[in-house]
């Protein structure tokens, strides 16, 4: 997780990121709400038994967005680490090499793979903001949109070793979803996606075979639902056990019987964050899953 000492919502990204909102606060008054709802979600993420790696934002970069650092990087089981290419110029100065060698002084890492050279070609895809990754069906699910270029797509999951399931995700005002991890959640027993927002009735039906085929309860999400971040969640390993990470605004928007399935397999954890998700993303989007091993 990255701090974010100098936080504000993006004005670059918000052309296709119909998730992001701004307040009257003085710019000062933002950054400051920011920095105390991370470190309380820091506090909440150890409480449960979860180890977060905190790094700084840098203090001499412009980096709005340096608290989603999920889509610039991930980690993968066997030693993998993959570099993305961003989609705005603004966000291409996330990558922080500091933070790919802290990984390797920790834990087992056998190859680091970049993707990033392809933005001189205007190419991007934003890691796991643009890809929601099942590792256990071994499926790698992406909205078309700006930031999931087909190409890099396709050399991902070669390298990887993942199947590809793109599709059209468009909410209510027809306007086409940023990241796939704004509307689909994908934990070791459940699935939470908007099914209402994939356009074409035939691979939305596909979609949720895949899901069921590895054993996922799927739970179908409203628009309303994802306009409160409900989709953009991440299970993480506890001390007791799973919990699912979201927002306290996404928690709310669950109806009874969804936290009830839910709750089958993971604790719900719950993080108030409502400045950092005035840039358009969640709790989600501040995680970047480590899935490597321990030296």
Not at 63 to 85: E, L, M
Not at 118 to 135: I, K, R, W, Y
Not at 216 to 230: C, N, Y
Not at 261 to 266: M, N, P, T
Request: charged content about 25%.
């Amino acid at each position: 997780m990255v701090r974010p000492h100098s936080f504000s919502p993006n004005l670059e990204t918000a052309a296709d990121n119909a998730f992001q909102s701004t307040d009257q606060r003085r710019p000062e008054q933002v950054s400051a709400a920011a920095v105390m709802e991370f470190d309380e979600a820091v506090r909440q993420l150890g409480t449960s038994g979860v180890e977060v790696h905190v790094f700084d934002q840098l203090a001499d970069q412009d980096t709005p967005d340096c608290v989603f650092p999920n889509n610039w990087f991930s980690t993968h089981a066997g030693g993998h680490i993959a570099i993305y290419p961003m989609f705005a110029s603004s966000r291409k100065r996330e990558r922080r090499w500091d933070i790919v060698e802290m990984l390797k002084s920790r834990y087992r890492v056998q190859d680091v793979i970049d993707y990033s050279g392809l933005e001189t070609d205007d190419l991007a895809l934003e890691g796991t903001g643009a890809m929601v990754l099942d590792h256990v069906g071994r499926v790698a699910y992406t909205a078309q949109s700006n930031r999931a270029d087909p190409v890099i797509l396709e050399r991902f999951c070669t390298n990887f070793n993942f199947e590809p399931m793109v599709f059209q995700a468009r909410d209510r005002s027809g306007s086409a979803i940023y990241h796939t991890n704004v509307m689909m959640t994908v934990g070791t027993d459940f699935a939470l996606v908007c099914l209402d927002m994939i356009v074409d009735s035939k691979r939305r039906a596909e979609v949720v075979r895949r899901l069921e085929e590895s054993g996922r309860d799927v739970v179908a999400l409203s628009h309303e639902q994802i306009a409160g971040f409900a989709g953009n969640a991440l299970e993480l390993k506890g001390r007791d056990g799973l919990v699912l990470a979201l927002s306290a605004r996404a928690e709310q928007s669950l109806t009874a019987d969804q936290k009830t399935r839910i709750r089958q397999s993971a604790t719900l954890l719950p993080i108030s964050i409502p400045t950092i998700e005035m840039a358009g993303g969640s709790v989600r989007c501040m995680l970047a899953g480590v899935h490597l091993s321990q030296r």
